[in-house]
């Protein structure tokens, strides 16, 4: 059973952990060449615009105040207003964090699926020859750059076999009033094909082999010989008793991913065009466009740390040793 105050504690760090890191970027945004002001007041804006940007900030006020303001804004999701667009940072993060999480989701539950069960496949054969084909397999693909694969996988399949479109999330004609309508439609999920396809090379690598690895250590333990001594079944063996126990650092790295995955893979959104938050946070760092960018990383974080907090959870479930509730 989980330990309430284990679940409290660890709530509260997660809670001292966004608060330090809202911190860091409030005060790495005032240390910007020529301070704030200079970065989002232009000189071409009018005296009525000027000072209205400059209430939004607070950058007429004390530090302290300033602060306080933007602790508020943030917890109410007022990210304020991109300096590159003129639009409200909340509804173009929500739009990329769909975009992105559309494809990253998408490769993550395949590679991770996929990694998983050959991963304990690899680890029930080892020693033989279809462990070591296997091995080379999947060491040379996770070696490769994964902007290399993308770039080959574009070029075979798009440019000279013509089966799959150029880039993008959607056709030139393709228009869409709900993202139901546009999430769901074969047009997306024509165009959702090649970069999940390349970005599953890529991550199905980490599962597999963390899979295989634990699975070694798992055999060796004594209910596997318990369980092979009844009579059990090989596929039984393997899958509801080692299986089981060995999953949980995939468990760990697949949450991590899930974290990671609000940035996106920016090489794999620039190679397919593809209309991203990971794209967009380097855009707006390259345009100095720190609400973006800040609000950008903010969900980052938000996301990393609440997937983290999740990954212990999921430990007691998957494996009763596990316990939440230790001193």
């Not at 917890?75 to 409200?88: I, M």
Request: net charge positive; proline share 4%; aromatic share 14%.
């Amino acid at each position: 059973m989980v330990n309430k105050r284990y679940v409290l504690r660890r709530l509260l760090m997660m809670f001292a952990s966004l608060l330090t890191i809202i911190t860091v970027l409030f005060f790495l945004f005032r240390q910007v060449p020529g301070g704030p002001m200079s970065a989002i007041v232009s000189p071409r804006m009018n005296e009525a615009a000027r000072q209205a940007v400059i209430a939004q900030y607070g950058l007429d006020e004390p530090l302290w105040k300033q602060y306080l303001l933007y602790m508020w804004n943030v917890f109410h999701l007022d990210f304020g207003q991109s300096f590159y667009y003129g639009q409200s940072v909340y509804s173009l993060i929500a739009d990329r964090f769909l975009n992105t999480m559309s494809l990253m989701l998408t490769a993550l539950v395949i590679s991770y699926s996929v990694g998983t069960y050959l991963g304990a496949h690899l680890g029930w054969l080892r020693g033989t020859s279809k462990e070591r084909a296997g091995m080379l397999v999947v060491l040379l693909i996770r070696s490769t750059p994964v902007f290399w694969t993308g770039m080959i996988v574009l070029y075979v399949f798009a440019f000279q076999l013509n089966i799959f479109p150029l880039g993008g999330m959607r056709g030139m004609q393709a228009s869409y009033t709900t993202n139901a309508e546009k999430f769901l439609s074969l047009d997306f999920l024509y165009h959702l094909v090649l970069p999940v396809f390349t970005l599953c090379t890529f991550y199905t690598g980490l599962p597999l082999l963390l899979m295989r690895n634990n699975l070694l250590e798992v055999l060796s333990e004594d209910y596997i010989k318990t369980a092979r001594a009844k009579g059990l079944a090989e596929r039984r063996i393997l899958f509801r008793h080692a299986a089981r126990n060995a999953v949980l650092p995939v468990v760990t790295a697949f949450a991590i991913a899930i974290g990671f995955a609000v940035g996106g893979q920016v090489l794999i959104e620039q190679v397919y065009s593809w209309p991203g938050l990971g794209r967009e946070m380097v855009q707006a760092s390259l345009r100095s466009d720190y609400p973006l960018a800040q609000g950008a990383f903010m969900l980052l974080s938000v996301i990393v740390i609440t997937m983290n907090f999740f990954a212990d959870l999921t430990y007691s479930y998957l494996d009763p040793r596990v316990r939440l509730g230790g001193n």
